[in-house]
């Protein structure tokens, strides 16, 4: 960047008209920085760049992909054709898929969109199978239910029941031991 300072001094030699033109030039000169695209491009960058907002100079490497991928003319004509309030986004998206690019050259983003419908597909299978497989876990179930229902009732009439013979038996040997003979043998109303 050039600079014509001309000096002129008022009619009692004052230099002050001097002092203003520098100030107004390093005022523009530190406002103004380049972004990344008129640096690369080797142009001045003006208060109207569409790159400046998005492409900074610390992002040259950024802008470098993008370049290498889409162009300079491609991204603006693409800046220009979203609306102001979405060119972050669209910035976001040009970004991603030149550095998706530029990893994988054949396919770019689209092998990661190939990528990602795969493992969408191997994880709808493997839900499939595990509610398959969780159904006859649910069929199982209900079937020991339905199985083990009438038994578990049985069983327990059973088992009433033969608690219940049990008793009978008791009470019957019970009856018996009152009827039973002495240890030794004999009756007492015979020997009286």
């Known amino acids: 960047m050039c600079f014509v300072i001309q000096a002129e001094g008022d009619h009692e030699g004052n230099m002050s008209g001097f002092t203003l033109t520098v100030a107004i030039s390093y005022f523009r000169m530190a406002s103004i920085s380049p972004c990344a695209a008129c640096k690369i491009q080797g142009k001045e960058c003006t208060q109207e760049c569409i790159f400046a907002p ?17 162009g300079v003319s491609n991204i603006a ?12 986004e669209a910035v976001k998206t040009l970004v991603y898929e030149a550095e998706l690019r530029m990893q994988d050259p054949i396919y770019g983003c689209v092998g990661q969109i190939i990528s990602l ?38 069983m327990m009439d059973f088992q009433g029941h033969g608690q219940q013979q049990i008793l009978d038996i008791q009470d ?4 018996m031991d009152w009827m039973a003979p002495d240890d030794d043998g004999c009756d007492e109303n015979k020997m009286g």
């Open 54 to 70: 998005h492409f900074p100079l610390e992002n040259l490497q950024r802008f470098e992909c993008v370049n290498n991928v889409f």
């Open 77 to 88: 004509d693409i800046l220009n054709a979203v609306d102001v309030s979405r060119r972050k």
């Open 117 to 154: 419908q795969k493992m969408i597909t191997e994880l709808n299978i493997n839900i499939y199978y595990a509610k398959k497989k969780l159904a006859t876990y649910h069929e199982l179930e209900a079937m020991s239910r339905n199985y083990l229902s009438p038994l578990s009732s049985s």
């Open 172 to 175: 019957e040997y019970e009856e």
